[in-house]
Structures are given as structure tokens and as C-alpha cells.
């Protein structure tokens, strides 16, 4: 650890948010710490399981867009700088369909509200009736009536070679990042801000608290109601052995997001990143929360059964019911799935950074890049952070 305790600007968190921010203000020249409990990137928060979806229109809102397309730039930077893969574009895939259809992130009718922010915000697209559906991607059982929106520049990234490549860099660029080391609390004096941790005590100008699930025991108990920490199981599914392997590569199997009839929605990824053929698929539950802290790491075997009983066995008929491995990861949800950027209400100089209610990760580049305009004072044009403020207490 650094023997100087006085900063610019204080990270808290280094997962999707803080990596990002953290990097954007070294390469600015700022003195920067970041600070994470863990060494990240790691497996205990929000910010891992291989892959992440990206897309350029989100049915959460037109307001997102600017967010993912300025994003893409940015991984496309680091990738020419580091080396690295980080993001691949294979398309998206949004499926519904007739009938009663769970909500996507508060949305009732999401395939029509991605279809109008991508014909908003001019992003290239095509849409698919069942037949058509049915020809291209015969890994889905699509249902008569079934609609798709197939976005050509949707894809996946990998958290975890994000993460590291931003800190990497970061480094590169003189941050000190503190690995390990458990923020405890802060406090505004001298027009800046002093951090206490398990290690001592740092003082900045600014402070950037991007704790994910751990945000709510950081910013007090007046606000830390607002944020619900929902926990959310991944699974990686073998396919079928008379499947061909390459049928669900990333050339020929889309990432998706399905609004299956009469339950949760589903979303998933093509084979990657692990040596036997299988998909990793997903959902979202809203019901139960949890905390950072007491959350339950593992998927039982019974937990992950039920899944593909009801989630996969019927809709991928390619797919077996055996899965390769599995993951839990924490969703930190505000009202409407919304994003948090904003000072912290009664602090001048803390800044809260979301985990942005499950569908942060393909901005997470570019509201790094804001955030860090944000600390020092200048403001990045085309990124407007107005939609994303705190919310007003009664």
C-alpha cells in the first residue's frame, strides 16, 4: 500500500463502475486511489460469469444509448491498446410473442420499446416474424406469432478481461489501486473528503463511491432504502450430444433476450469460454432481496433442475438439462430499473455511481468516462447524466 494518503479523487468499489472510473481519470492526469474489498476482478459482486450482453437500442429508454454506443468506442480502444478481446459483436436477438409476457426491467412491451429506440436513435436493425425466426436460428423453439428484433451490433463482452484491462491500464497511467482493503465510512471536512478503511485513512477532493452491493452500507440509511440487492443465478447448460458443437458458436448463435409466455423473462450467450459445448442462460428474479454480505453464492442442484425445467428444456430443444457450472451474481436495483450517477444528496463532494439496476455493465466504459468528467470538473459532451439522479425524499 502507498505511503501517501492525499488525493484527487477516491474510488470506492472497482468492479464495472469504478475499473472504468478509475482508469478514465488516470489517463486525465488526476491523483486517483481505488479502493475494493476484494482484487478484482473477482466472483463476489455483480461483475462476472464470462459474459455480458451489449446493446445499442435499450428498451429501458432512449436516454441509454448514447451510454452503450460511446461504450463500444472505448472497449474498441482498449482492445487496440491492450491487446485483449473484449467485446464481440454477433447480434441480439429480442424475442415476444402473444399473450401474457413478464416485464423486461419494468418493461412491459419490450420488444416494441427497443424497436423505437433503435428507430430513434437510427440504429440498424431487422425484424423477424416466426418463420423467419425459425429458418435463421433453428436453436430456438419459437412459437407461432413469435416477433424478433435482430440487432447486428448487439453482442456480449467479458467482465472480467474488462475489468482487468481498465485497471491495467489505470495502473499504467499512475493510479494506486488498493486491493483488500474494506472502505468503512467517510466524511466531508476541509471542502473535501476523508476516507477511513481497514488500513487507515485518506483524505481527496472528491469521492466516488461505486460499491455495488455494497452502496447501501455506505451511504446512509436514508438513502440505502432506496437500493434493493436482488441475488440472480447463472447457468451454463451442455448442449445435447447429437447437437453439431458449432451450431451455438458465436457466428451462428445470437445473444438473446426472450420474453417467454407465462414466465420470467430469459436472456443468454452463445458457446464461449468454456471447453465443452454449452449456453449459458439466465433470469431475472424481483421478489426476495438480500445483502452483499449474506448472500447465498451457490445454486443448489435442485435450484438449477427447476431452472431448466421451466426456463430452458422447452424453448432450446438442442440444449440439455446437464449443466457445466453455474454462478450467482447481485442485481442492485432502484425504482423503474433505473441508473444512479449523482452527488449523494447534502455532500458536495461525493459522487454515488449505481450498479444500475442489472442492465449497467455495456455502459459501464463510457459512465466511466462521465463520472470522471464529473470529478474533475469536465463534463464529457454527448454523455448527459440529467436522467440518473437521486431520488427526491419525502
Not at 412491451?109 to 436513435?121: G, H, W
Request: glycine share 10%; charged share 20%; net charge positive.
Amino acid at each position: 500500500m502507498t505511503t501517501a494518503r492525499i488525493f484527487d479523487v477516491i474510488v470506492a468499489g472497482l468492479g464495472a463502475m469504478g475499473s472504468a472510473s478509475a482508469y478514465q481519470l488516470a489517463r486525465r492526469g488526476v491523483k486517483v486511489l481505488g479502493i475494493d474489498r476484494f482484487a478484482p476482478p473477482h466472483v463476489f459482486g455483480s461483475s462476472h460469469g464470462d459474459t455480458r450482453i451489449t446493446r445499442l437500442a435499450c428498451g429501458e429508454g432512449a436516454e441509454y444509448t448514447p451510454f452503450a454506443r460511446r461504450a463500444n468506442e472505448i472497449w474498441r480502444e482498449l482492445e487496440r491498446t491492450t491487446g485483449k478481446t473484449l467485446l464481440t459483436q454477433n447480434g441480439l436477438l429480442v424475442i415476444s410473442g402473444p399473450g401474457t409476457r413478464a416485464e423486461s426491467h419494468g418493461i412491459a412491451d419490450f420488444l416494441q420499446t427497443t424497436i423505437d429506440v433503435a428507430r430513434r436513435n437510427e440504429v440498424p436493425h431487422e425484424l423477424l416474424g416466426d418463420a423467419d425466426m425459425r429458418r435463421r436460428f433453428p436453436q430456438f423453439k419459437i412459437g407461432d406469432g413469435d416477433r424478433g428484433y435482430f440487432e447486428p451490433s448487439g453482442g456480449f463482452l467479458r467482465p472480467e478481461e474488462c475489468i482487468a484491462a481498465q485497471l491495467a491500464e489505470a495502473r499504467k497511467a499512475s493510479a494506486t489501486l488498493n486491493t483488500d482493503e474494506i472502505v468503512q465510512g467517510f466524511a466531508e471536512q476541509n471542502g473535501g473528503v476523508t476516507v477511513r478503511t481497514s488500513r487507515g485513512t485518506y483524505s481527496a477532493g472528491r469521492l466516488i463511491i461505486s460499491a455495488g452491493a455494497w452502496l447501501p452500507t455506505l451511504i446512509g440509511r436514508e438513502y440505502a432504502a432506496q437500493f434493493a440487492v436482488r441475488r440472480q443465478v447463472l447457468a451454463w447448460f451442455k448442449t445435447a450430444a447429437k447437437a453439431p458443437r458449432d451450431l451455438y458458436r458465436a457466428d451462428r448463435f445470437p445473444v438473446f433476450i426472450w420474453q417467454l409466455p407465462r414466465r420470467q423473462k430469459i436472456y443468454g450467450f452463445p458457446w464461449v469460454g468454456t471447453a465443452e459445448p454449452a449456453i449459458k442462460v439466465a433470469t431475472e428474479q424481483y421478489d426476495t432481496t438480500t445483502t452483499a454480505d449474506t448472500v447465498d453464492r451457490s445454486a443448489s442442484a435442485g435450484e438449477v433442475a427447476d431452472f431448466y425445467t421451466t426456463y430452458v428444456g422447452d424453448f432450446f430443444p438442442g440444449v440439455s438439462g446437464e449443466p457445466l457450472k453455474t454462478a450467482v451474481c447481485m442485481y442492485t436495483c432502484v425504482e423503474s430499473a433505473r441508473f444512479i450517477i449523482d452527488m449523494l444528496p447534502g455532500h458536495r463532494n461525493v459522487i454515488v455511481v449505481s450498479p444500475c439496476s442489472g442492465h449497467g455493465f455495456k455502459h459501464s466504459a463510457a459512465i466511466g468516462e462521465a463520472v470522471a468528467g464529473l470529478a474533475s470538473g469536465a463534463p464529457v459532451r454527448g454523455l448527459p447524466l440529467g436522467s440518473f439522479t437521486m431520488p427526491v425524499m419525502a
